[in-house]
Structure formats: C-alpha cells, structure tokens
C-alpha cells in the first residue's frame, strides 16, 4: 500500500500512545472513541474523526482496533453502522487488542466474504512504548496480507513477529499472559505468606532475585509488596478477563488448565473485594489479608 488511510478506533492508554505515535511518524489517521477527550486531542495534533465504523471503513485502507474484549470488535464489526457494512475491497483490519481466537477467526472469514483482509496483532511491552514506537508486536493472518501492513506496523513496534495463520497471534498473547499473570500471582503471593511467617520482604527478594525466580515480572511484584510502588500498568480485572479467554481457547482445543482456573480463581476473588482497578502486583494485599 501506498500512502494508506488509516483509521483508529480505541484511544485508551495504549490505543492513543499508538495514535501519537502515527502522527509523530506524519500519518494523519481518522480516529473513534466511546470518550471525547483522547480524540479531541488526537484531532488538535492533525486526526480526523470518524461517528462510525461503517463510516471509517467507507474511508479508509487500514483499520486499526485496539479495543478491551472480544465482544466490544464484534460490536463495531457488525450491525448496519459496522465495519463489515462499509468495508472496501482490499482493506484490511487489524487487532491489537487481546481476543478469543475463535471470534478472530469468525471476523476473518466474513472480512474475506467482502474482499478485505485482518491480521490479529496483539501487543507487548506498554504504553511508555508504544508512544515510541517500540511495542512487541504478534502479528498473523494471511502472509500476502501482512506484507501489505508491514511497513506500518514497524512504524509502531520495535519487535515485528509474524506467526503464520489468522488467530496465532491472540492464541500466543493469550498463552503469554496466562504465564504471566500466574507468575505474578505467585509471587506476590510468596511476598504475602513472607509476611505472615516474619520474614523480611526485602530479603526475600535478595534471594530470589540471585537465583533463577528472578525476571522482569519479580522486579514489579518486588516494587509493590516491598517499595509500595504500583507500575505494571495493568488491572486485576484485564489479567482476569484474559485468564477468561485462556480458559475459554484451550476448552475449545479439548483440554483444561486447572493452573489458569487456580489464578482466575484468585484474581476474581480480589475483584469481588473491590481491587478490580489496582494492577495486578496490589493482588498482594488480597493475599496478605487472606484468612484461613
């Protein structure tokens, strides 16, 4: 593609980093969003804004989504105002948002119905990145279409990785963040229990920082059960709500995880005791105040 149209629906802390991004890269994008605030400041630095999805599909090359559930793509899929009601032939769909694969595969099928292309493309690393234009990127869908929004997805992430048919990208973020939110339940639960038995916090963390516990996910546990310092930049309620797309994905792959059953357990459990805003570290203080 030459110059394309882009458009953007989903302007939260990532979504509109990647927005800025774009126009810091010269790429104007046609821009929607439930909230007024992050558009109008997308369309103070150049955007235009779209009132639909058909309306932005009627104008656009690319279509960038980076919305919260699989329901919420869905919804500006179809209906007379989605998507799919104004799409052209060749456009193509792109979703950086965490979804079910099968949802993704689904869309795909009728985007192809009408001549346009999707690629999923979850992301990693967070939104500090992704105004800097070096996310992780796990991109897959058809190959000739990924080629043809290459160039603008390495305007927007540092790591590009292709992983082949439409649905491996969210099939490997879901099992990503499956680890990593079980790890980062583990840990903070290790710093609760510590805690309980009347062992410093910080030297438990000397020693499990000098062997093999110790990675990026122990350092932002650390920072909240030990320094009181919240930065994960990601909610108990999104950790759980993936968890819910893990369980859902390897169910339809005929299997269980009782692993992911155990963290969506807890992760729950702090939600119905109010901490559904907090990052997913502050699940220490469930743990802590747990009885018996």
Same mark, same amino acid.
């Given at each position: 593609?030459?110059?394309? /149209? ?95 694969? /099968? ?86 639960? /290790? ?68 692993? /992911? ?32």
């Amino acid at each position: 593609m030459q110059n394309p /149209a882009i458009g953007f629906i989903g302007l939260g802390l990532m979504g509109g980093n990647m927005v800025e991004c774009l126009q810091t890269n010269g790429i104007e994008p046609v821009v929607m969003n439930r909230s007024e605030a992050p558009v109008a400041a997308a369309v103070a630095r150049g955007a235009r804004r779209a009132k639909t999805g058909r309306e932005m599909a009627s104008e656009c090359d690319i279509i960038m989504l980076c919305v919260t559930t699989s329901d919420v793509v869905e919804g500006l899929m179809y209906g007379d105002d989605g998507i799919l009601a104004g799409i052209k032939d060749g456009t193509v769909v792109i979703d950086f948002g965490t979804s079910i694969p /099968a949802s993704t595969r689904k869309i795909g099928a009728d985007l192809a119905a009408k001549g346009a292309g999707m690629i999923d493309a979850p992301l990693g690393r967070t939104p500090a990145h992704a105004k800097d234009g070096l996310l992780n990127i796990m991109a897959a869908g058809d190959e000739q279409t990924y080629e043809k929004v290459l160039p603008v997805l390495n305007i927007l992430g540092e790591n590009v990785f292709y992983l082949g048919a439409l649905g491996a990208g969210h099939t490997t973020k879901l099992i990503n963040n499956f680890m990593g939110m079980t790890t980062v339940t583990a840990m903070s639960q /290790a710093f609760a229990v510590a805690d309980r038995a009347g062992v410093d916090r910080q030297q438990l963390y000397d020693i499990m920082s000098a062997g093999p516990s110790n990675s990026p996910f122990m350092q932002f546990c650390k920072k909240y059960a030990v320094d009181d310092v919240s930065d994960l930049g990601f909610s108990i309620a999104n950790a759980n709500k993936d968890l819910g797309y893990f369980l859902e994905m390897v169910k339809d792959l005929g299997t269980r995880s009782e692993i /992911a059953e155990g963290t969506s357990h807890n992760l729950q459990a702090a939600i119905d005791a109010g901490m559904s805003d907090g990052n997913v570290p502050e699940i220490f203080d469930y743990f802590k105040d747990l009885k018996g």
